[in-house]
């Protein structure tokens, strides 16, 4: 295959590459790779292979490792002091549903193509190139920006657990502005001792968070029983400031679901297991169990650890950094001691929440890095380790670097629209998937069926948010419903599907990916406009690199871009059949 250094090998080479991004982007942003590339060819790229050694029960380990500690232990003090309330019970929940909607998309994906790319694969060979890379960029932004944000919460439970103030362990340097100001040496050590970790053996890393996450839940069944016990039933419904508003619902409805849209960065540990399916022993029966029985078990642990700390104090005296350890500080002598074990029980839970992401993370580079559309030295699988040496060791350092000197509140939102972002691609390449096959069916009637859907979701998410309350409103949102319902009963009468999974599929099909695509619309509509422009810069940058160097890199390394489908017609490597599509066991 030709290398890519062509374009690169000089100034004038790189000249004469941008003067051609307009035909290079043409023949690669939307061309897609199939199924049986991703396993073959494209895996080949990493030199040696990933070995299969981890069963369901190791990736319901890292699921609730993955999920539990970051959601928890660092954010639902934010959103209950600040979004919802005691309703952040309520919260969870929705997340959690929408989070187990896009699970069962996620799932189908990786038992019909068991390889590490996650979403950044699936869209790949739905969508292109393009939306791929579009996707992978925001996916590793949320995994560096959630570790980050993780690893400094990390700090204010450990210092809460033995007693030191977190103002102790940071170093404030005034030059700097808020948010940025507040060195924290010690996230940083703890980042770079994962990152070590995860290089040695993907086995051993289950086997580390295995026994981390048995930990974890035993202080969290602690934590529940402590908060009904000590808690008071008043509290769901008191402020400590009369001033407030008061109830189970402060903030309204808006508050509740502006409350799931933060907390869904809770539920991104799935999406971290998922990368993990070219390591899975047996991807048909580990891989469901795996992904969607985390979801369900972690939902239930945080709607009751939600409760519990509803129970201990009012919304509006919960710590928004440490809630569940900081609940304790005041208390009588007999008990202080509860609040250091919740501190300590919180740290385990933040390391494995931290250990399940750079996993993920790593992973998700390892295969950007054999599409050619970031350097291919990422793609490189250690032969001894069995474990992406190259993309673990880089985006730890970065992770590190960024967890240094940014506060978590710069870090929430914007990780939180990151993540509906990409639920909501995978669930629409879901159901493009199935009713379209490539080369053989039109796929406009799919494409406008998508468009329709999402606008129609977009129209109710701006209905809901922005007109004033009363029967207008009530009937825009029914119509829009009403709308919705019967495109979806549209698609599933005249559409036929193109193709149905071998081994394990969403069932209910199009109504579960429908739901979450507008679950996932929905929740965007919640977050804040700073969020929004975050995002829309990051986007943009995206764009820019993509132009500005990947298109070019893919374009080279495909030998100028023969290989694999355009979106809508079959090239040279394109299968006769699409029973390779299906891993076999």
């Known amino acids: ?259 799931a849209a933060m907390v869904y960065l809770s539920y991104i540990g799935y999406d971290a297991v998922s990368t993990l399916a070219e390591e899975v022993h047996n991807p048909v029966k580990d891989i469901p169990i795996g992904v969607s029985g985390s979801v369900i078990i972690v939902t239930i642990l945080y709607c009751l650890m939600a409760a519990s700390m509803s129970m201990l104090l009012p919304y509006d005296m919960i710590d928004a950094d440490a809630p569940f350890s900081a609940a304790f500080r005041g208390e009588s002598d007999g008990w202080q001691w509860v609040s250091n074990v919740i501190g300590m029980g919180a740290s385990f839970g933040i390391l494995t929440s931290l250990l399940v992401a750079m996993l993920g993370q790593a992973r998700y580079l390892c295969v950007i890095g054999r599409s050619n559309v970031v350097p291919a030295w990422f793609a490189r699988v250690h032969p001894k380790t069995s474990t992406p040496v190259n993309a673990s060791a880089f985006l730890g350092i970065f992770t590190a670097a960024i967890a240094l000197f940014t506060d978590l509140n710069v870090l929430l939102n914007l990780v939180s629209i990151g993540t509906l972002f990409v639920f909501y691609m995978v669930a629409n390449a879901l159901v493009y998937r199935r009713y379209v096959a490539i080369g053989t069916t039109n796929p406009w009637p799919t494409l406008s069926f998508l468009c329709s859907f999402s606008f129609t979701s977009v129209l109710f998410t701006l209905i809901w948010h922005f007109m004033p309350d009363g029967k207008g409103k009530a009937f825009m949102l029914g119509a829009c419903s009403v709308i919705a319902i019967a495109i979806i009963q549209l698609l599933h009468c005249i559409v036929p599907q193109a193709r149905k999974p071998e081994f394990w599929g969403v069932p209910l099909m199009p109504w579960i990916p429908c739901a979450s695509i507008f679950l996932n619309i929905f929740l965007l509509g919640s977050l804040d406009g700073p969020s929004y422009v975050r995002f829309v810069f990051f986007s943009a940058l995206a764009v820019l690199v993509y132009v500005l160097y990947s298109v070019h890199a893919s374009f080279d390394a495909q030998g100028g871009g023969s290989i694999g489908q355009k979106n809508g017609e079959v090239t040279r490597e394109s299968d006769d059949s699409e029973d390779h599509n299906s891993f076999k066991v």
């Open 1 to 259: 295959m030709e290398s890519h250094g062509s374009s690169f090998s000089g100034l004038d080479s790189y000249f004469r590459a941008l003067a051609q991004t307009p035909a290079r982007l043409a023949r690669r942003a939307c061309s897609v790779s199939t199924s049986h590339e991703e396993m073959s060819q494209v895996k080949a790229r990493s030199g040696s292979v990933m070995q299969r050694t981890l069963r369901w029960y190791d990736l319901v380990g890292f699921g609730i490792g993955g999920m539990v500690g970051a959601g928890v232990f660092v954010i639902t003090g934010h959103a209950s002091r600040l979004r919802a309330g005691p309703s952040v019970v309520i919260s969870y929940a929705i997340a959690g549903l929408c989070a187990l909607l896009s699970s069962f998309c996620y799932t189908e994906f990786a038992v019909d193509m068991p390889v590490a790319g996650g979403a950044f694969s699936y869209l790949r060979v739905t969508f292109g190139e393009f939306a791929a890379f579009l996707t992978g960029a925001n996916l590793l932004m949320d995994y560096v920006m959630s570790n980050a944000a993780v690893a400094r919460g990390f700090t204010a439970y450990l210092g809460s657990a033995i007693g030191i103030s977190t103002s102790k362990w940071r170093l404030v340097i005034h030059g700097l502005p808020d948010g940025f100001n507040e060195i924290d040496t010690f996230a940083v050590l703890v980042v770079l001792a994962i990152t070590l970790i995860i290089c040695y053996s993907t086995r051993e890393s289950s086997l580390v968070n295995m026994l981390l996450t048995i930990l974890h839940i035993l202080f969290i069944g602690f934590v529940i029983l402590m908060g009904f016990w000590k808690g008071d039933w008043k509290n769901f419904t008191q402020p400590a400031n009369p001033n407030n508003p008061s109830g189970f619902f402060p903030f309204g409805a808006p508050g509740v679901f502006n409350g």
